[in-house]
């Protein structure tokens, strides 16, 4: 299965009721929550995406690239998001912060830079419901896809199958139809994509077109 998250990081937050609906044929809405510490951008916190939580016609994979995750982490499992997703590099106790997110009723994700090595967190893939390998430097939308972390994708693919566990594998940045089909290859199994969605054309057609592109290039995950 391919699941198409678009990132609303690339709607128009002026008009983010309007862009939700416009996504509502995806899997889920990715909701990128970003400090101004962490990566050396901006976005939104808790308040938003209550609001968004509220109005989405989609349940929201929240990504968060902020620092003390451990502390407020929790605050968005507790706003409903079905999923939650904390970077390693930002976190002292990730499988503790994974309980946490999970007894709260939201799946537990834990994300990687591109520069992170992804071996310290394969023993104990069944703590995590999803696993984000970042194929871009995290902060911005728009960047180009970086092949080389596919090493990763593919090595995290491998562990999961090993391990027997039911880990969904996402990759985020730069995912567009060229690109989404090196990214199933590899081994991903959740695409997230913000211009490739809400740029030229109709949202929901792009959606089509990604999920077309994915299927294209099965894997066996």
């Known amino acids: 299965m391919s699941r198409i998250n678009p990132s609303i990081l690339a709607a128009d937050f002026v008009n983010m009721q309007r862009d939700l609906e416009r996504i509502a044929t995806a899997d889920y809405v990715h909701v990128d929550v970003m400090d101004n510490h962490f990566v050396p951008n901006l976005t939104f916190g808790p308040q938003m995406v209550g609001r968004i939580q509220d109005v989405s016609p989609i349940p929201l994979d929240v990504h968060l690239m902020i620092d003390d995750v451990d502390r ?16 390693a590099e930002a976190t002292e106790h990730p499988i503790e ?5 999970r007894s709260l009723g939201s799946r537990a994700g ?7 090595p992804v ?11 999803q696993f984000l390998v970042m194929t871009v430097e995290p902060g911005f939308g728009g960047q180009s896809f970086m092949s080389e ?4 994708v593919e090595r995290v693919r491998s562990a999961v199958r090993d391990a027997e566990t039911d880990v969904w594998l996402q990759v985020d940045g730069g995912i567009d139809r060229s690109t989404i089909g090196i990214a199933k ?7 997230v994509a913000g211009s490739a969605v809400f740029g030229a054309g109709e949202a929901s057609e792009n959606i089509a077109a990604l999920r077309a592109a994915a299927h294209d290039h099965r894997h066996d995950v």
């Open 72 to 87: 407020w982490a929790p605050d968005y499992a507790r706003l409903g998001a079905f999923s939650v997703t904390f970077h």
């Open 97 to 101: 912060l994974a309980r946490t997110l």
């Open 110 to 116: 834990i994300a990687v830079k591109p520069g992170t």
């Open 119 to 129: 071996e310290p967190y394969l023993d104990y893939l069944a703590e995590f419901d």
């Open 149 to 152: 972390t596919m090493a990763k």
């Open 185 to 191: 290859a590899a081994g991903a199994d959740t695409f």
